[in-house]
């Protein structure tokens, strides 16, 4: 069976392997109707758990079909392995049947790694998303995640509404260190904590304890806690086998490297995520773009330079951790400089937070980052290209939430804690008497 598209002149997306990359591109693709249909194929079944997690993160709708069997829409999600690629036919052959493609997309990235065994056997070999999550309800009532990135986040959050007794071990000393500020870690660890996640902090995971056929009963920690468990879930664990890359069928293709990656030829063969192997070194300096970024930029080659931009934006990223919309803007990261100042407002509920970082001395925005309120993207955009003065930017907070934004009334709260922040600044800035005397007669 040849599956091609369903109206003539659509396009067809394939990607091989999961990842921020291709979730981006996939967000983007969808977002036009004039596009054809998406088809990830996945090397097992827990692929689909993890690409499940990644929408959770990034808020996106998820409509994929998690079984091996064709749907009606746009999007499919196979678990096959790729027997061979035909580059100028461009047709996939997969165990069960042929698949045409317009755009293949290799989407190479670090993903979970699941053991469930001793031996390195992760999980039984399972036809698709039902069959897995049975599987973990079934088998695994107590469950560590390990990990610190926002991928652990999401994959624990996933676990517990399985019914899952969860622990996340982390070997920093707060959440998603260090891009995650310590103000707004605390208070997403405050939620998973509610919603009955263990947490343990600068720890790491010493043994595994085994049963008697080998299966893993239970983890030791460094500092010799012991936390019985059935599955051991690492945030950064493996990467993709890639193993059709050695096929015959695709030595008309150039060596490819990280980033947005097309080959010579015109076969429309793309790659996203880190470095494949191309028999040739990268050199040190080689700059690459974030996952998402290299998603968007694909997403303009091959769609049109008109992609949505969602909740990111060419300043921020996006991500939902605990229920609570997380957003940045600019390189939170220079709080840390001399020549910076960082404000912090957090509400008493302890679910809202604001925080802006700007120069000291011409007191232009520099970041934003925002947890459970949020403001019109290109409202943002207008304060980072015009480098907008932090006072103005603070009075105009009101015109530039979105008109649904039921945080509205905090605004005011906002302001008036700015404004006595903003005063001292100026105050501890402001040149001495004598030395405003001096430069009257320079």
């Not at 990359?21 to 090397?43: D, F, Q």
């Not at 720890?203 to 936390?227: A, K, S």
Request: charged letters at 20%.
């Amino acid at each position: 069976m040849v599956n091609s598209s369903e109206k003539k002149g659509k396009k067809n997306l394939v990607l091989i392997g999961v990842g921020f990359s291709g979730l981006e591109l996939i967000r983007n693709w969808l977002s036009k109707p004039g596009m054809g249909s998406v088809t990830i194929i996945a090397e097992c079944a827990a692929d689909f758990f993890y690409f499940d997690a990644l929408c959770s993160l990034k808020n996106v709708r998820n409509s994929f079909d998690g079984e091996r069997v064709p749907d009606t829409g746009r999007c499919r999600f196979l678990v096959a392995g790729v027997q061979r690629i035909d580059v100028s036919r461009k047709r996939i052959f997969l165990p069960d049947e042929k698949l045409n493609y317009d755009f293949l997309v290799l989407v190479n990235e670090c993903r979970p790694k699941i053991l469930a065994h001793k031996k390195g056997r992760g999980l039984p070999c399972l036809a698709g998303r039902n069959s897995f999550e049975s599987l973990i309800r079934k088998q695994f009532k107590q469950v560590v995640v390990r990990g610190n990135g926002f991928v652990a986040l999401a994959l624990a959050e996933h676990l517990i509404e399985k019914g899952v007794e969860l622990t996340l071990v982390c070997g920093e000393n707060s959440l998603a260190n260090p891009g995650f500020p310590m103000e707004e870690a605390c208070l997403v660890a405050k939620k998973l904590r509610t919603k009955g996640i263990r947490l343990f902090f600068s720890r790491e995971i010493e043994m595994f304890r085994m049963g008697p056929d080998g299966e893993i009963t239970g983890v030791e920690l460094n500092d010799g806690v012991q936390l019985p468990c059935q599955l051991v879930i690492h945030e950064n664990g493996s990467f993709g086998a890639f193993s059709h890359l050695a096929n015959p069928s695709l030595h008309s293709l150039k060596p490819v490297l990280a980033g947005v990656s097309e080959s010579e030829s015109d076969d429309q063969v793309y790659t996203l995520g880190v470095n494949l192997y191309s028999g040739e070194a990268v050199s040190g300096d080689f700059s690459y773009p974030s996952l998402s970024d290299q998603g968007r930029q694909l997403a303009r080659k091959i769609i049109g330079p008109d992609v949505v931009s969602g909740p990111s934006s060419e300043f921020g990223a996006y991500h939902r951790l605990a229920g609570l919309d997380w957003f940045t803007y600019g390189d939170l990261s220079t709080f840390c400089g001399n020549n910076s100042h960082n404000f912090y407002w957090e509400h008493p509920n302890g679910s809202i937070s604001f925080r802006l970082v700007f120069d000291k001395h011409h007191f232009f925005v520099q970041a934003l980052g925002m947890l459970g309120i949020s403001f019109d993207p290109q409202f943002v955009a207008h304060a980072f290209r015009q480098k907008q003065h932090a006072s103005d930017f603070i009075n105009g907070l009101v015109a530039g939430m979105p008109a649904g934004e039921k945080n509205r009334e905090l605004i005011p709260l906002i302001g008036r804690a700015f404004s006595v922040e903003f005063e001292g600044l100026k105050n501890e800035n402001r040149p001495s008497l004598l030395s405003r005397i001096l430069e009257k007669f320079r």
